[in-house]
């Protein structure tokens, strides 16, 4: 699959999954676990795929100079871990548990995480 074809359909599915969470919040009421967890897996999708081709963009256009080969992978990989900061910090912030504290040592963590992996390659 080519560059320009996963980046539109990772763009598609991010139009999808926005939709089907408008939809959900909509007609479902948060009564219920099962619906938290519908609606994490919505959100966790959606920023996913709304996020792989912005973070492509990024890398493609401002990491060249420095011999930084972007790549889908990376970008989705990247988009993964801000998803599920985000994620995590509002399940938190759902639970009354969340505080300032918890935020930054939450992306903390994420950009450990990435540092990591672009330090293996």
Do not use: D
């Not at 139009?15 to 479902?28: D, E, Q, S």
């Not at 969340?98 to 450990?112: L, Q, S």
């Amino acid at each position: 699959m080519t560059v320009r074809t996963s980046l539109l359909f990772s763009s598609g599915i991010a139009l999808l999954a926005w939709a089907g969470l408008a939809l959900f919040t909509h007609n479902v009421a948060p009564q219920n676990i099962a619906a938290f967890v519908v609606f994490f897996l919505l959100l966790i999708v959606a920023i996913t795929f709304t996020m792989t081709p912005l973070a492509y963009g990024v890398a493609a256009r401002v990491l060249t100079r420095y011999q930084y080969r972007a790549s889908v992978r990376q970008a989705l990989r990247q988009s993964i871990l801000f998803s599920l900061a985000v994620a995590l910090n509002l399940l938190l912030r759902a639970l009354h548990s969340w505080n300032i504290f918890m935020g930054i040592t939450i992306f903390g963590a994420v950009v450990v995480i990435e540092i990591l992996s672009l330090a293996k390659k």
